[in-house]
């Protein structure tokens, strides 16, 4: 088969699987299940390949929400990644669930052409993306090791060829004091609440210091129980980010000396526990990228350097973990969304419908035609 015509049939596979594809999509919204919950959407996912003939591993390498689903035998191991976890409270503000559906309309496209075009395709269902980091524990126990090239396509509200997220650390905060009566007694009592309070002021002024490609920011998820008593238990989640993974350990030492300053003043306790492993930087795989861009031009997408929308391409993402380990491209796909921006209840109402439903087409035929392209001999 010549180049022409597995471009035609993956083309021609994507338009065939729309609305199967959609209805995928459709099923991941309106069923959002949060990081390392995604039981049923784990499981949708899977059976969208494996009514296709890929051959899936459920709870792959001990992860309940992972699944690894293969397909050929060929020279060339291509991986595509599905992410599937939604925001709590927002449900599919970040479009997982589209996520899903472009990665499962690329594989379902390209396995006819495996023999020919000599393809491995291994799809890996990946867990836990906000916040738990499914891909570094999948990484960990073996994952991904000797693909050729990764491979996945993220909503945002334009399109955007290169991903240049912050690294991250996610973070749990919890002080603790003692409890008092806090009209009779007061004196007896430790405030947890105040701890957070000067640790909040002290992060805010330390701003100021650090260099623009610095973020910090995070909530207070209890912040104690009554007005009436002194807060003895108070808790927080805090995010670090940072151009590399080397800028945000320098810069963690700094916002957790302002965290140890609550308990200094107060003289509570303070606990400071990782939820996952830091989230590096993406390194991009250029051939790859180029072919992904010069096909999705094809489609009609647009790449505008210059709109300030293009920024959902600094949000952070396990998959900069991969891309440190294998070639790898993260591109994302707009769904013309604006004014909604990712992690927006508006932006989750325009994961389906119209705009959406023709990204997660394009971004499918568009990363089948960059993987013909760059595993071509």
Known sequence: MDDDAARHSAAGTVAADAERLIALSELLHAHPETAWEEHRSSRWVADALEEAGFAVTPSYLGLETAFLATYG?????????????????????CGHNLISAITVGAARALAPLADAAGLAIEVYGTPAEEGGGGKIELLERGAFAGLDLAMMAHPAPVDVAEAEPFAVSHSHVAYRGRAAHAAAYPEQGVNAADAFTVAQVAVGLLRQQLPPTVRVHGVMTNGGEAPNAIPAHTEGRWYVRAESLEQLAETEDRVWRCFEAGALATGASLDITAESKPYAEFRAFQPALDAYVRNAELLGRVFDPGTPARRMNRASTDMGNVSQVVPAIHPYVGIGSLPALNHQPEFAARCVGGDAEKALLDAATALAWAALDVAAP
């Open 73 to 93: 035998d060929g020279p060339f191991r291509l991986g595509l990644c599905a992410e599937y976890d939604a925001l709590p409270g927002l449900g599919h503000a």
